[in-house]
């Protein structure tokens, strides 16, 4: 019943080495004493410059553990991520807070992921003074930089979150993941909490911070509308394993796993019309 994914390890999407190249990374949790739950399961892929890499499945499917395994945020149980050519696990302190300036992630909650405590302003520039990067002016012209790229106004940015919408709030974590100049932003269901017009905005935002900045993306969502809006390649995941891996229009054209098939037909449009698959499958149950 599985069709077994493509190997990305010697294919160069855009003719470019890969920023990360992860070969058969497996992630097994301990839950008890003598048990563990393997939450992905011999996995590969690159993350080459300037990409959109959408990876896709239900809850449990192991998407948010394999991107926090890309950025070293869980350990890998076998296999390897390698940054620069180096294992990410072997990094020293120095190397690792340069690879922390490489690849940054914008989480699914922008309510949770900014202190209520700190303005907005004080939360973007907070990466620079972790990592140590420039003066105090310095960190400040970059947080305004961020601010217009993002479409937020210095006045919104003085306030604290609990006075933006969600969608400021989340324009405000994607300017404080930028502000570092990564050159990966992995975006973890970050559309999920806001609603559809909402939606739609952060996408085409994320879509042209991808374009001018010389961004790869790699989104991770349950729904398969809001990948293929924004991602070129997808990786389909179920059970811990990539079932299926190609381009977006080759998996929505001509999709080979059963499971990659049933998500195809059971997703709704960004603007939550059904699509056309699943519209004419309904059509043509009525009519038999």
Known sequence: MSVAPTAPADVKTNGAEPIIRARNVSVDFKIKRNKTVTAVSDVSIDVTPRSSIGLIGESGSGKSTL?????GLVPVTSGSVEW???DISKL???????FRTTAQMVFQDPHSALDPRRRILTSIIEPLKVLGIGTKA???NRAEEMLSLVGLRMDQANRFPHQLSGGQKQRACIARALIVEPKILVCDESVAALDVALQAEILNLLS?????LDLALVFISHDLSVVA????????M???ETVEEGSMEQITSAPEHEYTKKLLASQLTVDGAQTAREDSAAEAEVHS
């Open 67 to 71: 991107a926090r395994a890309l950025l």
């Open 84 to 86: 620069e050519g180096h």
């Open 92 to 98: 020293s302190a120095a190397q690792m807070r340069r």
């Open 138 to 140: 310095d960190r400040q």
């Open 208 to 212: 042209d911070l991808r374009d001018s």
């Open 229 to 236: 809006h924004i991602s070129d390649r997808m990786h389909v």
């Open 238 to 240: 179920y059970l811990g």
